[in-house]
Structure formats: C-alpha cells, structure tokens
C-alpha cells in the first residue's frame, strides 16, 4: 500500500531529517514539503493526501491552527519540540505525537500505526451502505440509491431514489463515512453521487431534473475525481 505523504516544517535541519527517514521507507511517497501552513493549506484543498508530517511553530498559520481549519481529512503525524501541544493535537484526532529529536525507530512506530489506519480506512470504504441519524433512530441508507446530499443550513438533505432524508451530521461526518469516489462534495452546500450524473455542462451536474453548481474549492479535485481535465 502507497501512501502519499508531505512534510509541513519550516526549520531546514528538522526538514532534512524528516526527509530523510521518509525516503528510507519505500511505501512512503513523499509528494512535496512545505515550510509555512498557509501554502501547505491552499495544496491541500486541491490535493488527496493520505498522511502529513506537521511541525507545530510555522510562523503566522500554527500547526495546530491548521489543524483547526477543517481542511485536513487524514492521518497527521506531529512533529515538534514542545510536548504542551500534546493535548490539544490528540484532542483534533492526529495519529502520533513525536518529540524532536527523535529516533528511525519511533519515527518508524508512527508511520505504522498511520498505515494501519489507512488500511482499516480502505476495508470500510468497501461497504455499500451507511447509517445516518434521523431524528430518533439510524436508518440504514445504500449507497447506490443516493442521488445527492443538500445542505440546507442545520441540515443535510439526503436525496435518494425512494425518499429524502434530513440529518443534522455535517458535510464533514459524511465524507469521512462515504468514500470520495462513490459520493463526492462539489460545492459548500452539494455532495453528489458520480454514478447517477447524467451530463455535467458549465460547472453544473444535471442529476434527474436537478441542476448542481460545482464550486472553484472542489473543481479540481472533482474533475481529477472523474478523470477528466478541466480547461
């Protein structure tokens, strides 16, 4: 299993040695390094990455601001010289907290245990059917009988080919349960179904009579999504 990986770190000794130990494992694809959080979280809007090596001091956006964001959607490794943000990383979900300076080992021990939960990421994405919150009870939704999902403020509409469902889980909850290429987020408000666009003209999916904007945040990705290049 190829896991494509960047290195967030703005000291160049730390870079290197991070680098360097990434490189010494061959299942580790390292596709870019970064020295400053604002950079690494433009490419990371338009860019699938599976793991992320984050220093925590990085100037005017912190670690731990990126965090914040939202916009990271998989495993984080931290790797810093402070051991009080230890907390608050695992409090935002990351997979390691590694103190500088630190051994291959441990390094080694980290990235393991970030592969385990990608591996685990994959077997549940081979499920065909989800489970959302409806007002009182879980209802059992398949995958291949959703059309689209809506945001509709507090709200997600759950479009399928029999009903519509509302929930209160977020555009967020959704896309970490649904894989990306079988329900793909579009825009803000809309999450489609790739297998149930019927044409896409404009910046604009047509599923049954519905017409859905796709937005400039998930354009690319999108179209990359459905192997398609967009010019």
Known sequence: MSINC?????EPLALERTKNYVLKLPFLNLLTTFDNGIDALVYLKSNKVDLIFLDINLGELSGIQLLETGTINCEVIIITAYQ?????????????????????????????????????????????????????????IALNEILYIEGMR???????????????????????????????RVHKSFMVSIEKIESIERDRIKIKDVLIPISETYKKPFFELINFKNS
Do not use: C, W
């Not at 960047?6 to 703005?10: A, Q, R, T, V």
């Open 6 to 10: 960047i290195i967030i770190e703005d």
């Open 84 to 140: 009080e943000h230890a907390l608050k990383g695992f409090e935002l979900n990351v997979t390691d907290y590694l103190m500088k300076p630190y051994s291959f080992n441990r390094f080694l021990q980290a990235v393991n245990r970030a592969q385990d939960n990608l591996s685990k990421t994959v077997t549940e994405n081979k499920k065909n059917f989800i489970f959302i919150k409806t007002e009182y009870r879980l209802e059992k």
């Open 154 to 184: 507090d709200y997600r509409r759950i479009h399928t080919i029999h009903k519509k469902i509302m929930t209160l889980q977020t555009f967020k909850e959704l896309e970490q349960e649904i894989p990306a290429n079988v329900i793909s």
